[in-house]
């Protein structure tokens, strides 16, 4: 059938008629001719107009997609100025920050937030650099084999370690945690990965380092390449307390005045809030974390600058805090625990991702090497807790619904 086909035409006939599949179109094409193709088929198919899907904009050579088709379009409202104290941004600087959201009201809270934090002098925040990690499971025949396996990690550890860098410019591996139950044996690799988040040059080294030394020189297999103690694109406890890609802090002092004149509440109310809600509430509720709504804000600008969103199901296990202060003030501080980000890599190559990092000043071989992710994590920092504050606020004053029912409906 293959060697009859000669245009478009005839390839948008043959996968309408289920002769070919999705991903056999000829490597000639280039990403968007079959992109036009498959659209044409599924057109033809579902009598469904995919017009839309087809009109965007970015150079769909970057994008990370199979049965590539089109986009999703989704707004993009910004916030700023936010002042931030960092280590990689000073307070002379101003940045706006884009978010991607369909969430009405989400963008006016996250500015009303920003505005507290300018006339509060800006947050302070500040990054640990954890590292992205990657456990892959393996199997023993019971306790001996296992003891000897892991002595032979630890004598062996420069070996691995130097197999899993070999190839990359800026990937360090910082150290290999294990945990055992039963003949199940899982390596938690922990890796600095500069400006990349690094989920994938974690994953490759370790498949290296498994299949040409650890396995053959110690016959134990590896069952999987993860065994879901690395944590990725999940809550868990052992992320929660030591941390994974970026932990991040970031704080501010409001007066009662800030509180009173651009969050319309007081220190007696997000306090009380604060006890019953983040505390009690989550408590109650059995959650990881004590917030009010990090991953609204961690999943818009994911979006919005080509991050895995996937990952905000790990990113959001986060602490909100608010803390009385004399004269009807607060101390109000976030704390993530486990974000994973990178500046370089996946999605953020994308024309329009690009552009959103270059809004909050952000351009890939500007700076040292993880410098760019620093500042994009230290930007994040201050918009959660910017989001916190604001959402906290609506809900002490009762003002949460109305706000959704005048810009979100």
């Known amino acids: ?42 057109q033809r198919i579902s009598a469904t107009s995919l017009h839309t899907i087809g009109c965007y904009t970015f150079d769909a050579k970057p994008a990370k997609c199979e049965n590539f088709i089109g986009a999703i379009q989704i707004p993009v409202g910004v916030v700023g100025p936010i002042v931030v104290n960092g280590q990689a941004i000073t307070a002379r600087e101003q940045i706006y920050a884009p978010l991607a959201t369909t969430e009405g009201a989400l963008v006016a809270s996250v500015s009303r937030g920003c505005s507290a934090l300018y006339a509060a002098g800006g947050a302070v925040v500040r990054v640990e650099d954890i590292g992205i990690t990657r456990a892959p499971v393996f199997r023993s025949s019971g306790i001996v084999q296992t003891q000897a396996f892991l002595a032979w990690i630890r004598s062996h550890y420069e070996e691995i370690k130097q ?16 945990a055992v139950v039963g003949t199940s044996i899982y390596l938690r690799f922990r890796f600095h990965s500069a400006d990349a988040m690094g989920m994938n040059m974690a994953s490759i080294a370790c498949d290296r380092a498994i299949r040409q030394l650890i396995t053959p020189e110690t ?30 802090h970031a704080e501010a002092h409001l007066s009662a005045d800030i509180l009173r004149d651009i969050l319309k509440t007081d220190a007696t109310a997000l306090c009380e809030l604060q006890y019953r809600k983040n505390l009690l509430g989550s408590a109650m509720a059995g959650a ?61 190559a994308l024309d329009t991702q690009s552009e959103a990092l270059a809004l ?23 918009l959660v807790l910017a989001g916190e504050l604001s959402i906290m606020a609506a809900q002490a004053s009762h003002h949460l619904v109305d706000a959704h029912v005048k810009l979100g409906r």
């Open 219 to 248: 016959g134990v297999r590896c069952i999987s390449i993860s065994g879901n103690y690395c944590v990725d694109k999940k809550p868990a406890q052992v992320n929660f307390l030591n941390g994974r890609g970026k932990r991040i």
């Open 288 to 348: 990881i974390g004590c917030n009010a709504h990090h991953a609204n804000i961690l999943a818009a600008i994911f979006i919005a600058t080509g991050q895995d969103v996937a990952q905000v199901a790990e990113s959001a296990i986060g602490i909100t805090c608010i803390e009385a202060r004399e004269n009807g003030g607060i101390y109000a501080s976030v704390m993530l625990p486990d974000t994973p980000l990178g500046t370089v890599g996946g999605g953020t």
């Open 1 to 42: 059938m293959t060697s009859l086909i000669r245009n478009a035409t005839d390839w948008i006939e043959a996968l309408a008629e289920g002769e070919i599949k999705l991903h056999q179109l000829p490597k000639a094409f280039s990403r968007d001719e079959a992109a036009h193709i498959r659209r044409e088929a599924l």
């Open 360 to 382: 909050m000043g952000i351009v890939p071989g500007e700076r040292k090497p993880g410098a760019d992710v620093q500042r994009l994590a230290e930007i994040l920092g201050a």
């Open 163 to 178: 197999l899993c860098e070999q190839g990359s410019a800026h990937l360090r591996l910082q150290d290999i945690e294990p």
